[in-house]
């Protein structure tokens, strides 16, 4: 086994326990708003806020840093896909530290201090809206580092865009508020 090997493989494990443990904290959100489960839903942003620094930063840390070291020393900086992947990262990342982040801790601060608030379900559909397009994103980054897209690639290139349009639109072309029964 040579060393890019053992970088490659690091760089694919922490990127599964990145992406994957986010999609499954924004698919028990779309779960928990489907059904109309208030509580579960904001339990699955305040993990995100949790965990935001303390796991998901760290593994997408780690998935930068074995990419980049495998770019330094094997692959390089010029080729369109890295760079594809390098903007997606950063999109991604912005997304997670900007929004998930200080707005899943807002809202266990908030329900820790004033209970399931419609000020607090405002607060979380704002993210579930940024979720929409965060892995929209996360999915194009996939595409991209398994399909390798070049400036010839025009297909494979358009869906990718439309991938990242229909993340936007999802999340940010109307969607249903969450508002709590009166059981």
């Not at 993990?47 to 020393?73: K, N, V, W």
């Not at 993210?127 to 399909?147: C, E, G, P, S, T």
Request: aromatic content about 10%; hydrophobic content about 55%; charged content about 15%.
């Amino acid at each position: 086994m040579d060393w890019y090997s053992i970088v490659k493989f690091l760089h694919v494990v922490s990127a599964i326990l990145w992406v994957g443990g986010g999609f499954v904290l924004f698919l028990l959100g779309v779960l928990a708003e489907r059904a109309g489960n208030i509580e579960d839903k904001l339990q699955a942003m305040r993990a995100s806020g949790q965990l935001g620094g303390r796991y998901f930063a760290p593994m997408s840390m780690l998935t930068l840093t074995f990419g980049l070291i495998m770019c330094s020393f094997w692959v390089g900086f010029s080729e369109l896909w890295i760079i594809i992947g390098l903007a997606g990262y950063a999109t991604t990342f912005s997304i997670g530290m900007l929004v998930f982040k200080p707005t899943g801790e807002r809202i266990g601060a908030m329900i820790a201090k004033e209970g399931v608030t419609p000020a607090a379900l405002a607060i979380g559909q704002r993210m579930m809206r940024w979720a929409r397009l965060d892995y929209a994103v996360m999915l194009v980054i996939i595409a991209d580092m398994v399909l390798k897209p070049t400036v010839h690639d025009i297909g494979i290139l358009a869906v990718m865009a439309l991938v990242v349009a229909a993340g936007a639109a999802l999340g940010f072309g109307g969607s249903r508020q969450m508002v709590p029964s009166a059981a």
